[in-house]
Structures are given as C-alpha cells and as structure tokens.
C-alpha cells in the first residue's frame, strides 16, 4: 500500500526542536503577570482536552457487566433440604437451584439450554436420549462431574425408600453411562416433556454414594451441600435453636461463573418480619410479597406462574366429601376474587381448574356475597341437606335401617405462610356463612409436608401444585399418584381421566398434547374435584442497582434463578475493541494490508 508506507516514512523523520537559548531569548521580555497568565491558559487548555478525551472515550466506549457486589435476598421460612431430590418447600427449592446445577437449565423461553452437559441428542423415536458432559463441569470440592454422579442421582431419585417428590418423573427411565462422560437416557415411550427432567440437580456419588436410603433426609449434606451450581455454599448460620438463619454463599467459578460475588440468604418467620428487614435495608430483595408495602425504591419485576392453589378434599379421612353437592356448594360458597385482591393484592387469577391461566388477565365480575352464599345453600338443600339449630347444616340418612345424621363439620389444613394463612381464614369464613363448622390447622411448612400431606392425614387442605410451563397433570391427578410420593393430594381417581393423562405423556404432537391436558381438566372441574382458587402471578422485589433481572414464564419461585449467573451489580466501561472477536479482527487487518 503506497499510502500506508508514505505515512511511515513521515513517522520516521526526525522532528528538530529550537535550542534551549533560542527559547530563553525569545521568551526574556515577558513578566511575571504573562507567565502567570500562560500557565492558567495551558491549565484552561490542559482540563479541556482531558475533558474532551474524557467524553469521547465515554463515547467510545461501552458499558457491561462487572464481577463482584454482595446480594442479600430474604426468603419465608427455614430451609431444611437443600437437595433437589428432597426439597419440597419454596425455600429448599431456591437455595437448591443455587447451589446445583443440572444437565440442562432453561432459558427464559422455556426451551432448554446446556448446562453441565455439552450437548444432547434425541433419537428419531424419541426414546433415547444422549448428552455429554462438559469436560470443564467441577463440583464444589473440585472432583469432576461424571457421568456416573448423574446415574446415582436419577436412580436415587427413582428409588422408592427415599422418597423423593420428583420420583414420579423418573418412573419407566432407564439410565446407563457409557463412558466417563457420556450418559443415556431410554424411556419406555414418548414423552415430550421430559426434557424438563434434565434440569434436576446433580448430586456427587463420592459424598452421597455410602449414605443409607433411610439416612438421606437425616446426613447435615442436606444442610452444608456440595453441588456444581453457579453459588458455593461459604458458611451457616444459625439461631440458638440449631434452626439456620442465613447462608452465604460464594460465585463458583464453573461451567458459568456469575457476576455476583457474593449472595446472601436471609430466613423470616413470617412476611411481616421480611417486609420490616427490607424496609430496614438488611437485605435487598424478597419474592411472594406485596410489592406496594416495600419503600418503593426497588423494582418489581411480575410473571405467568405455573403454580395453582385450591382446598384438596380427603374422602378416606371425611365421608363428607364423597357428597358431589358438598364439594359443588363449598365451591360456590367462596369468593375467589377476594382471595385474588386481599391475598395477593390483585397480582393473581381466579381460576375454576387445575391448569393456571396462559397469561395475565382479568377475572369477569363475580356476584355479590348474599347470591354466593344463597346459591351455595341452595345445591345443599336440594340434595337433603337442612339448617340446624345452631347454623350448621345436617343430613338425615338410613344405613341399613338406622338413621344417622351428617353435620357439615371439618377442618381445614394449611401452612404458617402468612398467604396460606390468610387465605385459609377467609375460605373458613365463607363456609361459615354457609352454615359449615370449620376448625383451622395451621402447621409449619416441613410439618405439614411431613407429618400431614405425606401421610394423607387432613379432611381438606389448603395447597398450591407447581403444574410447570408445560402442564403434565398426571403426578397431581392420575390415580396411580394417590398415596406418597405421588402429588395426588385430592386422591381423585378416574379411569376416563387416567387415560387421557397417560395418553397426554406419549402423545409427541404439541397440539394434541395440549388437547387432551385441557380435556382431563375439564373433567376434573366439572365433578369438582377439589375447589381450584387461584393462580399466584410470581412476584419478585428488587434494587434498581442490579441488572440482567429477566423473567420468562416460571414454573416454581426456584426458576427466578435459571439465569442467576445474568445479575450483575458492577459495571466497568471498555473500549469496543475488547468487546469483539480479537481473531476475526486480526485477520480483517491481515487481509487488508
């Protein structure tokens, strides 16, 4: 190139400056004032070329994310399994997906995203599928991800003694390891949406491989874990009781470091006592809380929620509930749209069956309390039910020639969480003006995990089902998921039903998936199965300092953190040239030249 070569010869040259004598004689006429004038002109002309220099390399220049800052989040209860097979409370499923990480996560979107694996194949009849493990995939004690830890854990999952709440999505799964890093999974047939199950979190053989089925709840790696997730477990702390107070947690510098340096995890007792801590500035952000009772110096980000609750009725603990017109009037009696307004402050759905709305929307007007209550009292009188003296209704019956007399009286079981609570008391004051007798039970929520749901002990409790992105009813409704582990709280079984929700699970085209989905939800509503009230919209607080927050539609609180690794709370400006692909660039210049 001449010009190029012109332009290095010009560099090349010599440039001549004057004598230092020269100079002190053409400068000997000038005074103090005029040298004190040209050293504040030169200061002037100095500021503004660093001014300049400054704004354009502003303007040059990009900004984005930095490593570092501290995190300090509050949840609503104490963790007590952080261990993606056990968990089952929202706290235990958050510090989980913290501190684990899985084959895959999702995107925002839902569609899947390699994690820990490299890649994955899904052989054209859907029966098999293939993933490798990254070759750089660590555990937080530094010992290599295999493919072996990944066997251990599904077949921990799938193990009946253990009792894990995600066994029912492992049923029928054959899994193998061909190599080090190599693992296969076979189904028995199709099963579209199993890809989700490649999200479970990945324990380590060498740790859990000598723990007894029946030590797993009980060994303290539920409480100080080891997992490959994007946050190391750093330190414990806990109150004079032994019950843990707070985590703090490290960036993993793994298979995707975050940005964050350092998340701190703050357990509450109650809502009341988080909302005062955020206010107070102890921590920074919070979820399933309302947004309007915060000092409104935050953000609050909303999202669709694959998560309904409803009142799941035990006909094995209270005949009462084999009466269709006792479900269908306590059903009538409640007004949802309250529980929307008061509960979750209007950030919710009402809903009348088990799969949760598609979108945001508005629930149609429901009618007064008086019409409410009267129709309800209406579907039992009409079915033999009469007011007794005190209120409560009654039914009359003969069991082979002798008469017995049902009153309307149950109990109503839910959790100490203050959204449960609340709606607890409200569902029971609008069966009260029915004219049932209602007692409340209100339990820890490990309590009522342990003690009460796993072992079907209630007349009827008050719960949420996490449905998923993708709905697959069958672990909440199909009859074979009646009794522990299986999620079918309400014990409804239904042959019509079974069979659309196991054809649900094989069925490949997306369309007639959904389909057959809404048709076993339709017939799960229409015999009022259990009392669906609503669908939470997920609902996350946090400082305006913290960016790269991005929510897609959620299937628990847990999947706030599918893309952890995004925040950041530093910033450092670059120049574009550290921004691009160095090699592409190198080889631009090459070619011109």
Not at 167 to 180: P, S
Not at 416 to 441: F, I, Q, T
Not at 522 to 535: M, V
């Amino acid at each position: 190139m001449p010009f190029f070569r012109a332009f290095l010869n010009v560099l090349k040259k010599p440039i001549a400056l004057p004598p230092l004598e020269t100079l002190k004689q053409r400068t000997a006429f000038l005074r103090p004032l005029d040298w004190l004038i040209i050293g504040a002109l030169a200061i002037t002309m100095a500021l503004a070329v660093a001014t300049m220099l400054a704004g354009v390399s502003l303007a040059l220049t990009s900004k984005v994310p930095a490593y570092g800052g501290t995190y300090r989040e509050g949840m609503i209860g104490s963790p007590r399994f952080v261990n993606p097979l056990l968990a089952i409370s929202e706290t235990d499923q958050s510090l989980s997906k913290l501190v684990f990480s899985g084959l895959l996560r999702k995107r925002p979107d839902g569609t899947p995203l390699p994690d820990l694996a490299e890649g994955y194949e899904i052989s054209e009849d859907e029966l098999t599928y293939t993933l490798t493990i990254r070759e750089d995939a660590r555990f937080h004690d530094g010992s290599p991800v295999t493919a072996d830890d990944v066997v251990f854990t599904v077949k921990a999952a799938q193990n009946p003694d253990i009792k894990s709440p995600r066994r029912a999505e492992w049923e029928g799964v054959l899994v193998e390891a061909l190599d080090d890093r190599t693992v296969v999974f076979t189904l028995n047939a199709p099963y579209a949406p199993f890809i989700e199950n490649l999200t479970l979190g990945i324990l380590p053989k060498s740790l859990w491989g000598e723990v007894a089925s029946e030590e797993f709840p009980f060994t303290t790696l539920n409480e100080k874990p080891v997992g490959s997730g994007p946050f190391r477990i750093e330190s414990r702390r806990e109150n004079s009781s032994g019950i843990p107070i707070e985590y703090r947690l490290k960036a993993w510098n793994g298979v995707r470091r975050p940005y964050i340096d350092t998340f701190i995890v703050k357990f509450y007792t109650n809502e009341e006592a988080l909302l005062a801590s955020l206010n107070r500035g102890e921590i920074d952000a919070a979820n399933s809380i309302n947004p309007g009772a915060t000092d409104g110096m935050r953000t609050v980000y909303e999202a669709v929620f694959g998560r309904i609750f409803g009142v799941f009725m035990n006909q094995n603990q209270n005949t009462l509930f084999a009466d269709s017109a006792v479900r269908r009037a306590l059903n009538a009696a409640v007004d949802k749209q309250r529980l929307v307004d008061t509960v979750l402050s209007g950030y919710g759905s009402v809903i009348d069956g088990p799969l949760p709305p598609d979108s945001i929307r508005i629930a149609p007007a429901a009618g007064s309390a008086e019409e409410r209550i009267q129709a309800a009292k209406a579907i039992l009188e009409g079915d033999g039910w009469e007011a007794g003296v005190d209120g409560v209704y009654e039914k009359t019956t003969t069991v082979k020639g002798k008469k017995e007399v049902k009153r309307l009286a149950f109990s109503l079981s839910t959790s100490n969480a203050d959204e449960l609570r609340e709606a607890s008391e409200l569902v029971a004051a609008d069966w009260r003006a029915l004219g049932a007798e209602v007692s409340l039970k209100i339990f820890e929520q490990n309590d009522l995990a342990v003690e009460v749901i796993r072992p079907r002990k209630y007349d009827a409790l008050l719960f949420g089902e996490v449905v998923g992105r993708e709905p697959d009813l069958f672990a909440f409704w199909h009859s074979s998921q009646r009794n522990d582990p299986g999620l079918n709280i309400a014990l409804y079984a239904n042959t019509d039903t079974d069979k659309k929700l196991s054809d649900a699970r094989i069925e490949t085209d997306p369309a007639k998936r959904k389909s057959l989905s809404k048709a076993a939800a339709r017939e799960i509503s229409d015999e009022t199965a259990a009392i669906f009230l609503y669908a939470p919209h997920f609902v996350y607080v946090a400082p305006k300092s913290v960016s790269g927050i991005i929510f897609g539609d959620l299937s628990t609180p847990a999947d706030r953190y599918d893309t952890v690794d995004q925040w950041y709370m530093k910033t450092e400006q670059v120049w574009p040239l550290f921004t691009v692909d160095l090699s592409q660039l190198f080889k631009s210049i090459t070619n011109f030249l």
